[in-house]
Antibody, heavy 118, light 107 residues
């Protein structure tokens, strides 16, 4: 059974940093691209970042230069380093696995809430 | 950036009735279109990918159609567990983008 478990969320001040983690199990982690998607409470979904199996990355314009996605295949873990946090980064952050070889998301974690506020 | 527009924003339907949800892309996305269901307090769940292929375990009352810029998700006979918010997402190019969602509520 595929499981994705996010952690690392919490309250941070504007300009601060947080590092999110996503522990994966139930599939061969190194064989799949992984992603972060966020959702402001009560609002819609926003793709944040993706990392391929070769560790190449993609970012939404809203986070480019501030967020860094990475992976540790030896620990089956996905990361999101978030720097220079802004109020508008407040959201639930979901880790998601791609389906097959295309960029839709077939499994999602339960999410971790990041709140940016002074 | 591809803009995905979903309509209507809210759809009021009685249990057992048919629901038709629309998703429009600002440019062609070929068949690179997925649909997700999100129940309150839960993570999104994949329903449809490649515009019409049902994900594993998705009941056959859910069907997807369309290509290019116009897509439809049809729920043939609404069950109580289907009242939720539905999102479309394209994956034809970067950045990946989602529609704003359609809330299916009980009439």
């Amino acid at each position: 059974e595929v499981q994705l478990l996010e952690s690392g969320g919490g309250l941070e001040q504007p300009g601060g940093s947080l590092r999110l983690s996503c522990a994966a199990s139930g599939f061969t982690f190194s064989n799949y691209a992984m992603n972060w998607v966020r959702q402001v409470p009560g609002k819609g979904l926003e793709w944040v970042s993706s990392i391929r199996t070769d560790a190449s990355t993609q970012y939404a314009n809203s986070v480019k230069g501030r967020f860094t996605i990475s992976r540790d295949n030896s620990k089956n873990t996905l990361f999101l380093q978030m720097n220079s946090l802004r109020d508008e980064d407040t959201a639930v952050y979901y880790c998601a696995k791609i389906g097959g070889s295309d960029w839709y998301f077939d499994f999602w974690g339960q999410g971790t809430l990041v709140t940016v506020s002074s | 950036e591809m803009v995905m527009t979903q309509s209507p924003a809210t759809l009021s339907v009685s249990p057992g009735e048919r629901a038709t949800l629309s998703c429009r892309a600002s440019q062609s996305v070929s068949n690179k279109l997925a649909w997700y269901q999100q129940r309150p307090g839960q993570a999104p769940r994949l329903l449809i990918y490649d515009a019409f292929t049902r994900a594993t375990g998705v009941p056959d009352r859910f069907s997807g159609s369309g290509s290019g810029t116009e897509f439809t998700l049809t729920i043939s006979s609404l069950q109580s567990e289907d009242f939720a918010v539905y999102y479309c997402q394209h994956y034809n190019n970067w950045p990946l983008t989602f529609g704003g969602g359609t809330k299916v509520e009980i009439k």
